[in-house]
């Protein structure tokens, strides 16, 4: 994953959807 520095900026959508995924496999898993 890339890091654009550290900025107060709402996450990119690879962001939110990697967070989506991973929310969504600790459920199943």
Same mark, same amino acid.
């Given at each position: 994953?890339? /890091?654009?520095?550290?900025? /107060? ?18 459920? /199943?898993?």
């Amino acid at each position: 994953m890339k /890091e654009s520095g550290t900025r /107060e900026s709402p996450p990119p959508s690879w962001a939110l959807a990697f967070d989506s995924w991973l929310k969504q496999s600790l459920v /199943e898993g």
